[in-house]
């Protein structure tokens, strides 16, 4: 039944994405994007998860409802570039890891990146540097409990 990963995500799609990102940000439509990086993406199991898996497993604080997700839902601003979601999926098959090789390609600016795998005790925090994803807090926020 568990094992599942969540991500929460609030950032900036690079320019030259934004006409056709919309099949992606709030479909979830990786596989029927023209540009190659993002059409190979589609081709992994539960791609379509990021960023429509639902919240299973997941710490309180990342309740579902619009009122309690801290500005999480899913939206994207096709002007601005600002997209923001909530997901969790089962991430046998490297879904997260493969998702976060292809960031840089992508992501122009990143506000909060989070990730919290459903038996750890703190999610671990990402960002941008010289356009790398590196993991810049392994002890973001505390949402499991002490032994």
């Known amino acids: 039944m568990g094992d599942y990963t969540g991500i929460r995500f609030k950032g900036y799609i690079k320019e030259e994405f934004r006409n056709e990102f919309a099949i992606i940000a709030l ?15 589609g081709e992994v199991r539960r791609a379509s998860f990021i960023p ?25 601003n096709k002007e601005t570039g600002y ?20 960031i840089p390609y992508f992501i122009e600016k990143i506000d909060h990146l989070e990730s919290y795998y459903e038996y750890w005790e703190w999610s671990k925090q990402y960002d ?5 994803l590196i ?3 392994d002890k973001f926020e505390k949402y499991g409990y002490d032994d």
């Open 83 to 102: 997209w923001t979601f909530q997901c969790s999926l089962k991430n046998y098959e490297d879904t997260i890891d493969e998702w976060f090789k292809i």
């Open 52 to 76: 429509c898996g639902s919240l299973s497993y997941m710490p309180d604080e990342w309740e579902s409802n619009d009122e309690d997700t801290d500005e999480f839902a899913r939206t994207w």
């Open 128 to 132: 941008l540097v010289d356009n790398e």
């Open 27 to 41: 479909e979830g439509d990786w596989n029927k994007s023209k540009d190659p990086i993002f059409n190979k993406f």
């Open 135 to 137: 993991m810049v807090n």
